[in-house]
């Protein structure tokens, strides 16, 4: 069974694409004479559905059958069931692929890569992944200390992507910064600036390290940051974060070309 069958029942509810970053990404891909994007791991499609109302046509593959299940239709979309690392499309299907938040939950990500480029011929390739480096400078894992090791397990270093991703693609890589929003629409790093956010299960459960904690460690951090709101300590410590309109929590675009 895929991950996201088992935890991505409600993804469509909380995880809606947010137009900062999909305005990211057709600046990338502005750059590029594609038409015909694939969307590798598109879980419900919010980014797929987002480029196929901006007029690309969209091959989005996904192997969780509940997360294609919640995906709203759009006629220049065709949803695949496949994984990364065997996709089921000829060579050059696509111009330019994305992969948005779903490169760190491959098996093989570097067989991925060699089926991405397989897939877009020279074309453009757009990761949007974490910096692990920059997980326990995060409020956030002072109340779930186990972040730290989750996301350092997970998430592949950017100096080491950017690595793989120009000796597979063979172009010059760049990584390009994503500052978050305040109010960020998708959920995966929409409370560090508004902390209650996270003591909504629903939120929570929307984001995959949640998963991969122990439920007691979960259950006293949710404990720890109520009380802190309640007497003003998370104020105290972070508050100076709710007057920001963005910040840099550690996402990162890395296109190669
Ligand atoms: C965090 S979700 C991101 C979904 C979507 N890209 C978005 O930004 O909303 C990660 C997705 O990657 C998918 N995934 C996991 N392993 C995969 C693999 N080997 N090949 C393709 N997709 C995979 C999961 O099923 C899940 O839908």
Redesign the pocket.
């Known amino acids: 069974m895929?991950?996201?069958?088992k935890i991505?029942k409600n993804?469509g509810k909380t995880?809606k694409?947010d137009s900062r970053i999909a305005r990211k990404l057709l600046d990338l891909l502005e750059s590029t004479q594609a038409s015909k994007i694939v969307?590798?791991?598109?879980?419900?499609?919010?980014?797929?559905f987002f480029l196929a109302e901006y007029g690309y046509e969209v091959i989005a593959?996904?192997?969780?059958e509940t997360?294609r299940n919640q995906a709203l239709s759009h006629p220049a979309i065709k949803w695949i069931d496949?994984?990364?690392?065997n996709l089921p499309l000829c060579d050059r299907a696509a111009e330019a692929a994305?992969?948005?938040?779903?490169l760190?939950?491959?098996?093989?990500y570097q067989q991925?890569l060699r089926e991405v480029c397989r897939v877009v011929g020279n074309g453009k390739i757009i990761v949007?992944t974490y910096d692990p480096a920059m997980i326990s400078g995060f409020w956030l894992t002072k109340y779930f200390p186990s972040l730290i090791e989750d996301v350092e397990s997970t998430f592949i270093s950017i100096s080491k992507l950017s690595n793989e991703i120009q000796s597979v693609t063979e172009n010059s890589v760049n990584v390009i910064p994503f500052r978050v929003p305040h109010n960020l629409s998708?959920s995966?790093a929409v409370g560090w600036a508004r902390p209650e956010l996270y003591l909504d299960i629903n939120i929570r459960n929307g984001i995959?390290s949640f998963a991969s904690i122990d439920i007691n460690e979960v259950e006293q951090g949710v404990l720890r940051l109520q009380a802190d709101l309640q007497t003003g300590k998370w104020d105290n410590e972070y508050g100076y974060l709710r007057k920001q309109k963005q910040y840099d929590v550690g996402y990162r675009f890395i296109q190669s070309k």
């Open positions: 895929a991950l996201y069958d991505g993804y995880r694409s969307d590798i791991g598109a879980g419900t499609g919010s980014y797929a593959v996904e192997p969780s997360m496949g994984y990364a690392e994305i992969i948005m938040l779903a760190h939950h491959f098996q093989d991925a949007f998708d995966f995959s």
